[in-house]
T-cell receptor, first 113, second 114 residues
């Protein structure tokens, strides 16, 4: 079935620390995942994606890890900054000719100065 | 390049009324998707329009409807509003294909139903 989620609701970190945001999924056939960042008053913004033929993908200060065995993915943010404060969602498209996305419940990242 | 525009940004309605929300996609984008975001249910897909045709629909009652015009602008309508319809309504615009990095969300319309 369609299910992406199981986040912690809130993660509080100190500025400069690394942040790890987790997401679990239920469909073992899922083959593509996206992480989004939603700042207050804005819509979600694409951060990074990963396909199931990869275990790890790196971007600028962000890394996504995919563990297909336990159906888990994580977003790591290095040297977390106040501007990283936002809600983070994992999402996956269900497939087919559509731009539909299924979103997880989201994790609020609060960066303490 | 202008981003996705949603109007109005804020709206207050009473139960039983209807509401129409508008989304203007990025120039050249032909797909518009709508989502409802609430604290309890998170982001839920409403429907997607592509070239004026509904391509996909989420699990919402028939009170929720939408349409897309020839210029790709889209509207969604909610009739007979209920308190539970209070939410942030987001639209996202995309090019024809599913290139997620170039799908952009608007800032949303916050609807409060009293």
């Amino acid at each position: 079935g369609e299910s992406v989620g199981l986040h912690l609701p809130t993660l509080s970190v100190q500025e400069g620390d690394n942040s790890i945001i987790n997401c679990a999924y239920s469909n073992s056939a899922s083959d593509y995942f996206i992480w989004y960042k939603q700042e207050s008053g804005k819509g979600p913004q694409f951060i990074i994606d990963i396909r199931s033929n990869m275990d790890k993908r790196q971007g600028q200060r962000v890394t996504v890890l995919l563990n297909k065995t336990v159906k888990h993915l994580s977003l790591q943010i290095a040297a977390t900054q106040p501007g990283d404060s936002a809600v983070y969602f994992c999402a996956e498209p269900p497939g087919g000719a559509t731009n539909k996305l299924i979103f997880g419940t989201g994790t609020l990242l609060a960066v303490q100065p | 390049k202008a981003g996705v525009t949603q109007t109005p940004r804020y709206l207050i309605k009473t139960r039983g009324q209807q509401v129409t929300l508008s989304c203007s996609p990025i120039s050249g984008h032909r797909s518009v998707s709508w989502y409802q975001q609430t604290p309890g249910q998170g982001l839920q897909f409403l429907f997607e329009y592509f070239s004026e045709t509904q391509r996909n629909k989420g699990n919402f009652p028939g009170r929720f409807s939408g349409r897309q015009f020839s210029n790709s602008r889209s509207e969604m309508n909610v009739s007979t509003l209920e308190l539970g319809d209070s939410a942030l309504y987001l639209c996202a615009s995309s090019l024809a294909g599913s290139n997620w990095e170039t799908q952009y969300f608007g800032p949303g319309t916050r609807l409060l139903v009293l």
